[in-house]
Protein backbone atom coordinates (compact mmCIF):
# COMPACT_ATOMS: atom_id res chain seq x y z
CA UNK A 1 0.00 0.00 0.00
CA UNK A 2 1.73 3.47 -0.65
CA UNK A 3 1.82 6.49 1.90
CA UNK A 4 -1.45 8.36 0.02
CA UNK A 5 -3.69 5.20 1.00
CA UNK A 6 -2.52 4.64 4.48
CA UNK A 7 -2.35 8.15 5.21
CA UNK A 8 -5.23 9.04 7.11
CA UNK A 9 -6.56 5.89 8.14
CA UNK A 10 -7.84 4.76 11.28
CA UNK A 11 -5.10 3.25 13.73
CA UNK A 12 -6.84 0.14 13.96
CA UNK A 13 -7.36 -0.16 10.30
CA UNK A 14 -3.63 0.88 9.63
CA UNK A 15 -2.38 -1.96 12.06
CA UNK A 16 -4.52 -4.53 10.74
CA UNK A 17 -2.85 -3.58 7.43
CA UNK A 18 0.71 -3.98 9.22
CA UNK A 19 -0.17 -7.41 10.93
CA UNK A 20 -1.44 -8.64 7.70
CA UNK A 21 1.29 -8.12 5.90
CA UNK A 22 0.18 -5.34 3.36
CA UNK A 23 2.49 -2.95 4.23
CA UNK A 24 5.85 -3.03 6.75
CA UNK A 25 5.64 -1.10 10.00
CA UNK A 26 7.92 1.19 8.70
CA UNK A 27 5.47 2.17 5.53
CA UNK A 28 2.54 2.81 8.09
CA UNK A 29 4.85 5.07 10.75
CA UNK A 30 6.42 7.34 7.48
CA UNK A 31 2.98 7.27 5.84
CA UNK A 32 2.30 10.72 8.02
CA UNK A 33 5.93 12.04 7.47
CA UNK A 34 6.61 10.99 3.13
CA UNK A 35 2.71 11.53 2.05
CA UNK A 36 0.54 13.88 1.59
CA UNK A 37 0.79 15.76 5.46
CA UNK A 38 4.56 16.18 4.60
CA UNK A 39 3.87 19.59 3.21
CA UNK A 40 1.94 20.89 6.47
CA UNK A 41 4.39 20.40 9.22
CA UNK A 42 6.75 22.79 7.87
CA UNK A 43 3.53 25.24 8.13
CA UNK A 44 1.69 23.69 11.45
CA UNK A 45 4.84 23.31 13.07
CA UNK A 46 2.92 20.88 15.79
CA UNK A 47 6.58 18.82 16.11
CA UNK A 48 9.36 20.05 18.58
CA UNK A 49 11.82 17.24 18.06
CA UNK A 50 11.44 14.27 15.44
CA UNK A 51 13.95 11.39 14.49
CA UNK A 52 14.07 9.71 11.74
CA UNK A 53 16.56 6.80 13.16
CA UNK A 54 14.38 6.23 16.50
CA UNK A 55 11.53 6.19 13.93
CA UNK A 56 12.92 3.77 12.14
CA UNK A 57 14.36 1.34 15.35
CA UNK A 58 10.84 1.68 16.83
CA UNK A 59 9.22 0.85 13.68
CA UNK A 60 11.57 -2.30 13.12
CA UNK A 61 10.82 -3.69 17.32
CA UNK A 62 6.72 -3.19 15.91
CA UNK A 63 5.47 -5.75 13.22
CA UNK A 64 2.96 -6.88 15.66
CA UNK A 65 0.15 -5.87 18.71
CA UNK A 66 -3.32 -4.29 19.10
CA UNK A 67 -1.33 -1.01 17.49
CA UNK A 68 1.58 -2.94 15.49
CA UNK A 69 3.41 0.05 13.23
CA UNK A 70 0.91 3.16 14.56
CA UNK A 71 2.62 6.46 14.35
CA UNK A 72 1.85 8.19 17.71
CA UNK A 73 2.88 12.08 18.61
CA UNK A 74 4.30 12.56 22.24
CA UNK A 75 3.87 15.59 24.24
CA UNK A 76 6.66 16.83 24.75
CA UNK A 77 6.51 16.82 28.72
CA UNK A 78 6.29 12.74 28.83
CA UNK A 79 9.69 10.96 28.92
CA UNK A 80 11.16 8.79 25.82
CA UNK A 81 14.57 7.07 26.05
CA UNK A 82 14.91 7.39 22.16
CA UNK A 83 13.90 11.22 21.82
CA UNK A 84 14.82 14.48 23.99
CA UNK A 85 12.43 15.65 26.77
CA UNK A 86 11.99 19.74 27.01
CA UNK A 87 8.74 20.50 27.97
CA UNK A 88 9.29 22.89 25.30
CA UNK A 89 11.67 24.90 27.94
CA UNK A 90 15.06 26.25 27.71
CA UNK A 91 15.39 25.03 31.12
CA UNK A 92 15.35 21.36 29.54
CA UNK A 93 16.71 21.98 25.96
CA UNK A 94 18.94 19.02 24.69
CA UNK A 95 17.69 16.61 28.12
CA UNK A 96 16.72 13.19 26.83
CA UNK A 97 15.41 10.80 29.35
CA UNK A 98 17.48 7.84 29.75
CA UNK A 99 13.97 5.97 30.48
CA UNK A 100 10.25 6.09 29.15
CA UNK A 101 7.47 7.18 30.84
CA UNK A 102 5.02 3.88 31.54
CA UNK A 103 2.04 5.39 29.15
CA UNK A 104 5.06 5.49 26.68
CA UNK A 105 6.45 2.02 27.47
CA UNK A 106 2.68 0.42 27.34
CA UNK A 107 2.05 2.26 23.86
CA UNK A 108 5.62 0.54 22.80
CA UNK A 109 4.36 -2.84 24.01
CA UNK A 110 1.24 -2.80 21.85
CA UNK A 111 3.72 -1.98 18.70
CA UNK A 112 2.69 1.87 18.63
CA UNK A 113 5.53 3.63 17.62
CA UNK A 114 6.61 7.33 18.55
CA UNK A 115 6.31 9.43 15.78
CA UNK A 116 7.85 12.51 17.62
CA UNK A 117 7.46 15.08 20.72
CA UNK A 118 4.11 17.25 20.43
CA UNK A 119 4.81 21.29 20.76
CA UNK A 120 3.61 22.21 23.72
CA UNK A 121 3.03 25.68 25.92
CA UNK A 122 6.42 25.58 28.10
CA UNK A 123 5.57 23.35 31.00
CA UNK A 124 2.26 22.97 29.95
CA UNK A 125 1.07 26.47 31.07
CA UNK A 126 -0.75 28.28 28.27
CA UNK A 127 -4.10 27.59 26.40
CA UNK A 128 -2.54 28.46 22.85
CA UNK A 129 0.57 26.38 22.77
CA UNK A 130 2.70 29.88 21.47
CA UNK A 131 4.77 29.78 24.60
CA UNK A 132 6.79 27.16 23.67
CA UNK A 133 10.43 27.93 23.47
CA UNK A 134 10.45 26.81 20.44
CA UNK A 135 8.09 29.03 18.57
CA UNK A 136 3.96 28.79 17.91
CA UNK A 137 2.11 25.88 16.39
CA UNK A 138 -0.49 27.08 14.33
CA UNK A 139 -3.97 26.19 13.83
CA UNK A 140 -4.23 23.44 10.28
CA UNK A 141 -7.86 24.84 9.61
CA UNK A 142 -6.33 28.14 9.79
CA UNK A 143 -2.62 29.32 9.81
CA UNK A 144 -3.44 32.67 11.31
CA UNK A 145 -4.99 30.96 14.39
CA UNK A 146 -3.87 28.99 17.47
CA UNK A 147 -4.72 25.42 17.66
CA UNK A 148 -5.21 25.76 21.69
CA UNK A 149 -2.88 24.53 24.27
CA UNK A 150 -1.06 23.22 26.18
CA UNK A 151 -1.03 20.12 24.13
CA UNK A 152 -1.19 22.07 20.45
CA UNK A 153 1.45 20.51 18.99
CA UNK A 154 -0.35 16.91 19.46
CA UNK A 155 -3.35 18.16 18.64
CA UNK A 156 -2.87 20.21 15.57
CA UNK A 157 -0.65 16.58 14.61
CA UNK A 158 -3.54 14.59 14.64
CA UNK A 159 -5.57 17.15 12.72
CA UNK A 160 -3.38 17.36 9.64
CA UNK A 161 -2.79 13.69 9.39
CA UNK A 162 0.57 13.09 10.42
CA UNK A 163 0.10 10.18 13.05
CA UNK A 164 -4.00 8.77 13.91
CA UNK A 165 -3.43 9.06 17.79
CA UNK A 166 -1.06 10.99 20.04
CA UNK A 167 -0.79 11.89 23.55
CA UNK A 168 -1.20 14.57 25.59
CA UNK A 169 -1.55 16.08 29.01
CA UNK A 170 -4.39 17.55 30.59
CA UNK A 171 -4.18 19.70 34.25
CA UNK A 172 -7.26 21.64 33.33
CA UNK A 173 -8.10 21.22 29.82
CA UNK A 174 -5.34 21.48 27.81
CA UNK A 175 -6.10 18.14 26.13
CA UNK A 176 -9.89 19.06 25.70
CA UNK A 177 -9.50 22.62 24.61
CA UNK A 178 -6.48 21.86 21.49
CA UNK A 179 -8.76 18.89 20.53
CA UNK A 180 -11.85 21.42 20.46
CA UNK A 181 -9.71 23.75 18.17
CA UNK A 182 -8.57 21.15 15.54
CA UNK A 183 -11.15 19.03 15.27
CA UNK A 184 -10.53 15.96 16.72
CA UNK A 185 -11.69 13.34 20.07
CA UNK A 186 -9.86 14.32 22.81
CA UNK A 187 -10.37 12.09 26.56
CA UNK A 188 -9.12 13.52 29.55
CA UNK A 189 -9.14 10.16 31.89
CA UNK A 190 -10.51 9.79 35.60
CA UNK A 191 -7.75 11.03 37.85
CA UNK A 192 -5.36 7.84 38.75
CA UNK A 193 -6.66 5.81 35.37
CA UNK A 194 -3.54 6.50 32.81
CA UNK A 195 0.34 6.36 35.04
CA UNK A 196 1.78 9.77 35.78
CA UNK A 197 5.32 8.26 36.05
CA UNK A 198 7.16 10.28 33.53
CA UNK A 199 5.02 13.16 33.07
CA UNK A 200 7.04 15.47 34.06
CA UNK A 201 4.68 17.15 36.60
CA UNK A 202 2.99 20.61 36.78
CA UNK A 203 0.11 20.70 38.72
CA UNK A 204 0.64 16.98 40.26
CA UNK A 205 -3.16 16.12 42.10
CA UNK A 206 -4.47 18.02 38.51
CA UNK A 207 -2.50 16.59 35.93
CA UNK A 208 -3.46 13.35 33.96
CA UNK A 209 -2.00 12.12 30.64
CA UNK A 210 -4.70 12.69 27.68
CA UNK A 211 -5.45 10.78 24.27
CA UNK A 212 -5.97 12.54 21.03
CA UNK A 213 -7.26 10.47 18.08
CA UNK A 214 -9.44 11.33 14.86
CA UNK A 215 -12.11 8.93 16.08
CA UNK A 216 -13.40 7.50 19.49
CA UNK A 217 -13.34 4.02 18.41
CA UNK A 218 -9.19 4.44 18.13
CA UNK A 219 -9.23 6.84 21.33
CA UNK A 220 -11.12 3.44 23.48
CA UNK A 221 -8.30 1.17 21.62
CA UNK A 222 -5.34 3.40 23.42
CA UNK A 223 -7.35 3.96 26.37
CA UNK A 224 -7.24 0.34 27.14
CA UNK A 225 -4.38 0.13 26.13
CA UNK A 226 -2.73 2.22 28.53
CA UNK A 227 -4.78 2.98 31.58
CA UNK A 228 -4.51 0.44 34.59
CA UNK A 229 -2.42 0.62 37.91
CA UNK A 230 1.12 1.27 38.06
CA UNK A 231 3.12 0.53 41.19
CA UNK A 232 5.60 3.47 39.70
CA UNK A 233 3.01 6.08 40.41
CA UNK A 234 1.40 6.21 43.74
CA UNK A 235 -1.40 8.27 42.81
CA UNK A 236 -2.70 5.65 39.99
CA UNK A 237 -5.57 3.86 41.13
CA UNK A 238 -5.18 -0.18 42.09
CA UNK A 239 -8.11 -1.42 40.83
CA UNK A 240 -9.04 -2.01 37.27
CA UNK A 241 -9.95 0.36 34.77
CA UNK A 242 -13.26 0.57 33.51
CA UNK A 243 -13.98 -1.80 30.22
CA UNK A 244 -14.51 0.52 26.71
CA UNK A 245 -14.78 -2.32 25.03
CA UNK A 246 -18.75 -0.99 24.43
CA UNK A 247 -17.77 2.37 22.64
CA UNK A 248 -19.59 1.74 20.12
CA UNK A 249 -23.11 1.11 22.00
CA UNK A 250 -25.03 3.68 21.52
CA UNK A 251 -26.33 6.40 23.63
CA UNK A 252 -30.14 4.89 23.80
CA UNK A 253 -31.56 5.44 27.21
CA UNK A 254 -28.47 7.93 28.14
CA UNK A 255 -29.37 11.01 30.10
CA UNK A 256 -27.59 13.77 29.67
CA UNK A 257 -27.52 17.22 31.84
CA UNK A 258 -28.05 20.48 29.86
CA UNK A 259 -27.10 23.61 31.91
CA UNK A 260 -27.79 25.64 29.76
CA UNK A 261 -27.11 28.71 32.48
CA UNK A 262 -23.24 28.28 31.62
CA UNK A 263 -23.59 29.66 28.17
CA UNK A 264 -26.51 32.31 28.83
CA UNK A 265 -23.17 35.33 28.31
CA UNK A 266 -19.80 35.44 27.17
CA UNK A 267 -19.48 32.15 25.09
CA UNK A 268 -19.97 32.74 21.13
CA UNK A 269 -23.20 32.06 19.18
CA UNK A 270 -21.17 29.51 17.12
CA UNK A 271 -20.47 27.39 20.30
CA UNK A 272 -24.01 27.32 21.64
CA UNK A 273 -24.84 26.25 18.15
CA UNK A 274 -22.93 23.63 17.67
CA UNK A 275 -24.22 22.70 21.62
CA UNK A 276 -27.74 22.57 19.85
CA UNK A 277 -26.37 20.46 17.49
CA UNK A 278 -25.40 17.83 19.30
CA UNK A 279 -27.88 17.37 22.02
CA UNK A 280 -30.19 17.48 18.66
CA UNK A 281 -28.37 14.40 17.73
CA UNK A 282 -27.76 12.84 20.92
CA UNK A 283 -31.70 12.51 21.37
CA UNK A 284 -32.09 11.44 17.97
CA UNK A 285 -29.93 8.71 18.80
CA UNK A 286 -32.07 8.04 21.73
CA UNK A 287 -30.87 9.77 24.74
CA UNK A 288 -32.61 12.34 27.35
CA UNK A 289 -31.97 15.97 27.81
CA UNK A 290 -31.98 16.63 31.15
CA UNK A 291 -32.15 20.85 31.92
CA UNK A 292 -31.41 21.82 35.04
CA UNK A 293 -28.38 24.98 36.09
CA UNK A 294 -25.09 24.28 37.13
CA UNK A 295 -22.76 26.77 39.36
CA UNK A 296 -18.86 25.57 39.43
CA UNK A 297 -18.12 27.83 36.45
CA UNK A 298 -18.21 30.78 38.69
CA UNK A 299 -15.29 30.33 41.19
CA UNK A 300 -13.39 27.00 40.14
CA UNK A 301 -11.50 29.59 37.72
CA UNK A 302 -9.76 31.35 41.06
CA UNK A 303 -9.68 28.06 42.83
CA UNK A 304 -7.96 26.39 39.74
CA UNK A 305 -5.07 29.37 39.71
CA UNK A 306 -4.69 28.75 43.22
CA UNK A 307 -4.02 25.20 43.32
CA UNK A 308 -2.35 24.83 39.88
CA UNK A 309 0.68 27.56 40.82
CA UNK A 310 0.95 26.43 44.39
CA UNK A 311 1.65 22.72 42.68
CA UNK A 312 4.24 24.08 40.58
CA UNK A 313 6.01 26.53 42.32
CA UNK A 314 6.72 23.36 44.21
CA UNK A 315 7.46 20.75 41.38
CA UNK A 316 9.24 23.52 39.27
CA UNK A 317 11.77 24.46 42.56
CA UNK A 318 13.98 21.13 41.50
CA UNK A 319 15.48 23.32 37.85
CA UNK A 320 17.64 25.69 39.68
CA UNK A 321 20.85 24.39 37.53
CA UNK A 322 22.29 22.47 39.88
CA UNK A 323 19.80 19.29 40.43
CA UNK A 324 18.14 19.56 37.42
CA UNK A 325 17.84 21.57 34.18
CA UNK A 326 19.77 24.49 32.40
CA UNK A 327 22.85 25.84 34.33
CA UNK A 328 24.55 29.38 33.58
CA UNK A 329 27.75 30.29 34.10
CA UNK A 330 27.96 32.38 37.57
CA UNK A 331 31.31 31.83 38.99
CA UNK A 332 30.90 30.47 42.80
CA UNK A 333 28.25 33.14 43.69
CA UNK A 334 25.33 30.16 44.34
CA UNK A 335 22.40 32.71 44.57
CA UNK A 336 23.42 34.45 41.43
CA UNK A 337 23.93 30.76 40.31
CA UNK A 338 20.36 29.85 40.91
CA UNK A 339 18.62 33.14 40.18
CA UNK A 340 20.62 33.72 36.24
CA UNK A 341 19.69 29.86 35.74
CA UNK A 342 15.85 30.14 36.33
CA UNK A 343 15.87 33.80 35.04
CA UNK A 344 17.19 32.43 31.77
CA UNK A 345 15.70 29.03 31.50
CA UNK A 346 12.09 29.64 32.19
CA UNK A 347 9.97 31.91 29.83
CA UNK A 348 7.83 34.54 31.44
CA UNK A 349 4.73 32.46 32.09
CA UNK A 350 6.04 29.86 33.77
CA UNK A 351 8.18 32.65 36.43
CA UNK A 352 4.52 34.50 36.65
CA UNK A 353 3.33 31.21 37.73
CA UNK A 354 6.17 30.41 40.25
CA UNK A 355 5.88 33.55 41.78
CA UNK A 356 1.60 33.25 42.34
CA UNK A 357 2.06 30.25 43.72
CA UNK A 358 5.05 31.13 45.94
CA UNK A 359 2.58 33.44 46.87
CA UNK A 360 0.12 31.18 47.47
CA UNK A 361 2.26 29.36 49.92
CA UNK A 362 3.90 31.59 51.67
CA UNK A 363 3.43 31.96 55.85
CA UNK A 364 0.82 34.18 56.28
CA UNK A 365 -1.04 33.57 52.86
CA UNK A 366 -1.52 29.96 53.13
CA UNK A 367 -4.38 29.34 55.48
CA UNK A 368 -6.17 32.11 53.81
CA UNK A 369 -5.62 31.40 49.79
CA UNK A 370 -3.94 27.58 49.75
CA UNK A 371 -7.02 26.22 52.12
CA UNK A 372 -9.76 28.36 51.09
CA UNK A 373 -9.01 26.94 47.50
CA UNK A 374 -8.79 23.78 48.77
CA UNK A 375 -12.31 24.01 50.39
CA UNK A 376 -13.63 25.72 47.02
CA UNK A 377 -11.59 22.31 45.37
CA UNK A 378 -13.90 19.74 47.82
CA UNK A 379 -17.19 21.94 46.68
CA UNK A 380 -16.73 22.08 43.25
CA UNK A 381 -16.02 17.99 43.50
CA UNK A 382 -19.90 17.61 46.07
CA UNK A 383 -21.15 20.00 43.08
CA UNK A 384 -20.04 17.76 40.36
CA UNK A 385 -21.33 14.49 42.04
CA UNK A 386 -25.33 16.12 42.92
CA UNK A 387 -25.30 16.80 39.17
CA UNK A 388 -24.63 12.85 38.30
CA UNK A 389 -27.04 12.19 40.40
CA UNK A 390 -29.47 13.36 37.98
CA UNK A 391 -27.51 12.49 34.89
CA UNK A 392 -25.11 10.23 33.32
CA UNK A 393 -23.19 13.01 31.71
CA UNK A 394 -22.92 16.44 31.13
CA UNK A 395 -22.63 17.93 28.03
CA UNK A 396 -21.18 21.60 27.49
CA UNK A 397 -18.74 23.70 25.79
CA UNK A 398 -15.01 23.09 25.81
CA UNK A 399 -14.36 26.22 25.66
CA UNK A 400 -16.01 29.86 24.79
CA UNK A 401 -14.93 30.45 21.74
CA UNK A 402 -13.25 29.09 18.85
CA UNK A 403 -9.93 28.85 18.12
CA UNK A 404 -8.44 32.32 18.27
CA UNK A 405 -6.04 34.06 16.32
CA UNK A 406 -2.48 34.27 17.18
CA UNK A 407 -1.58 36.89 19.97
CA UNK A 408 -4.75 38.10 20.40
CA UNK A 409 -4.42 36.74 24.54
CA UNK A 410 -0.57 37.18 24.88
CA UNK A 411 -0.93 40.54 26.47
CA UNK A 412 -3.54 39.79 28.81
CA UNK A 413 -2.78 36.77 31.19
CA UNK A 414 -6.61 36.82 32.51
CA UNK A 415 -7.95 36.51 29.13
CA UNK A 416 -5.88 33.64 28.03
CA UNK A 417 -6.92 31.92 31.78
CA UNK A 418 -10.71 32.12 31.22
CA UNK A 419 -9.84 30.00 28.10
CA UNK A 420 -10.43 26.92 30.62
CA UNK A 421 -13.75 28.06 32.46
CA UNK A 422 -15.14 25.12 31.08
CA UNK A 423 -12.46 22.55 31.36
CA UNK A 424 -10.78 23.15 34.65
CA UNK A 425 -13.82 21.71 36.76
CA UNK A 426 -13.39 18.29 35.72
CA UNK A 427 -9.70 18.24 36.68
CA UNK A 428 -10.82 20.04 40.50
CA UNK A 429 -12.70 17.45 40.58
CA UNK A 430 -11.05 14.40 39.16
CA UNK A 431 -13.24 13.26 37.12
CA UNK A 432 -13.41 12.09 33.16
CA UNK A 433 -13.96 14.29 30.23
CA UNK A 434 -13.92 14.57 26.61
CA UNK A 435 -14.44 16.99 23.49
CA UNK A 436 -15.86 16.02 20.20
CA UNK A 437 -16.22 17.76 17.19
CA UNK A 438 -19.49 18.56 15.12
CA UNK A 439 -19.77 20.22 12.20
CA UNK A 440 -17.85 23.03 11.46
CA UNK A 441 -18.80 26.67 12.01
CA UNK A 442 -19.77 28.89 9.32
CA UNK A 443 -16.26 29.40 7.88
CA UNK A 444 -14.83 26.19 8.34
CA UNK A 445 -13.53 26.62 11.61
CA UNK A 446 -13.34 23.71 13.78
CA UNK A 447 -16.12 23.41 16.40
CA UNK A 448 -16.47 20.95 19.64
CA UNK A 449 -18.92 20.14 22.16
CA UNK A 450 -17.32 18.50 25.59
CA UNK A 451 -18.80 15.56 27.50
CA UNK A 452 -18.23 15.25 31.78
CA UNK A 453 -18.82 11.82 33.41
CA UNK A 454 -18.86 10.68 36.82
CA UNK A 455 -15.21 8.45 37.89
CA UNK A 456 -14.51 6.06 35.73
CA UNK A 457 -17.24 7.50 33.60
CA UNK A 458 -14.76 6.69 30.02
CA UNK A 459 -17.27 4.04 28.50
CA UNK A 460 -20.18 6.37 28.61
CA UNK A 461 -18.38 9.26 27.41
CA UNK A 462 -16.88 7.94 24.35
CA UNK A 463 -20.31 6.33 23.28
CA UNK A 464 -21.49 9.54 23.09
CA UNK A 465 -18.47 10.54 21.38
CA UNK A 466 -19.13 7.67 18.71
CA UNK A 467 -22.68 8.54 19.00
CA UNK A 468 -22.07 12.04 17.59
CA UNK A 469 -19.63 10.74 14.71
CA UNK A 470 -22.38 8.92 13.33
CA UNK A 471 -24.10 11.53 13.31
CA UNK A 472 -21.78 13.79 12.00
CA UNK A 473 -20.79 11.26 9.32
CA UNK A 474 -24.25 11.31 8.20
CA UNK A 475 -24.27 15.26 8.24
CA UNK A 476 -21.32 15.14 6.01
CA UNK A 477 -22.85 12.80 3.54
CA UNK A 478 -25.64 15.39 3.44
CA UNK A 479 -23.51 17.80 2.34
CA UNK A 480 -21.78 16.53 0.03
CA UNK A 481 -20.86 19.51 -2.17
CA UNK A 482 -17.99 20.05 0.44
CA UNK A 483 -15.00 17.82 -0.24
CA UNK A 484 -14.21 16.65 3.48
CA UNK A 485 -14.59 18.58 6.02
CA UNK A 486 -11.99 16.47 8.12
CA UNK A 487 -9.83 18.07 5.94
CA UNK A 488 -7.75 21.23 6.56
CA UNK A 489 -8.08 24.07 4.36
CA UNK A 490 -5.21 26.81 4.66
CA UNK A 491 -5.30 29.77 4.40
N1 LIG B 1 -4.44 26.37 30.28
C1 LIG B 1 -4.34 25.86 31.62
C2 LIG B 1 -3.11 26.42 32.30
O1 LIG B 1 -2.42 27.16 31.68
C3 LIG B 1 -4.33 24.35 31.61
C4 LIG B 1 -3.03 23.81 31.21
C5 LIG B 1 -3.01 22.33 31.21
O2 LIG B 1 -4.04 21.66 31.26
N2 LIG B 1 -1.81 21.81 31.20
O3 LIG B 1 -2.86 26.15 33.44
Same mark, same amino acid.
Given at each position: MSARELWRLPARALATAVRAGECTALEAVSAGWD? =? $? $??WERDVHAIAHSDPGARAAGAGAA =??? =?? $?GVPVVVKDNLCTHDHPTTCCSRMLDGYQPPYDATVVQRLREAG? +? +?SGKGNMDEFAMGSSTEFSCYGPTRNP??? $??VPGGSSGGPAAAVAYGLAPLALGSDTGGSVRQPAAFCGVVGLKPTYGRLSRYGLVAFASSLDQVGIFGRHAGDVALLYALLAGPDPLDATSRASLPPD??????? +???LRFGWPANLWREGVEAEVVAGLEEAAAWLERAGARRVPFDFLPGEYAVATYYLVATAEASSNLARFDGVRYGHRDPAGHDLHALYTRSRSAGFGAEVQRRILLGTYALSAGYYEEVYLTAQRARARIRREYEAAFSRCDLLLMPAAPTLPFRLGEKLDDPLAMYLSDIFTLGANLAGIPGLSAPVTPAAGGLPRAVQLLGPDDGEALLLRAARALEVRGERARLDRSHEVEFAWPTKR
Amino acid at each position: MSARELWRLPARALATAVRAGECTALEAVSAGWDG =P $A $ALWERDVHAIAHSDPGARAAGAGAA =PSG =PL $AGVPVVVKDNLCTHDHPTTCCSRMLDGYQPPYDATVVQRLREAGG +V +VSGKGNMDEFAMGSSTEFSCYGPTRNPYDL $ARVPGGSSGGPAAAVAYGLAPLALGSDTGGSVRQPAAFCGVVGLKPTYGRLSRYGLVAFASSLDQVGIFGRHAGDVALLYALLAGPDPLDATSRASLPPDVSGWDGG +VEGLRFGWPANLWREGVEAEVVAGLEEAAAWLERAGARRVPFDFLPGEYAVATYYLVATAEASSNLARFDGVRYGHRDPAGHDLHALYTRSRSAGFGAEVQRRILLGTYALSAGYYEEVYLTAQRARARIRREYEAAFSRCDLLLMPAAPTLPFRLGEKLDDPLAMYLSDIFTLGANLAGIPGLSAPVTPAAGGLPRAVQLLGPDDGEALLLRAARALEVRGERARLDRSHEVEFAWPTKR
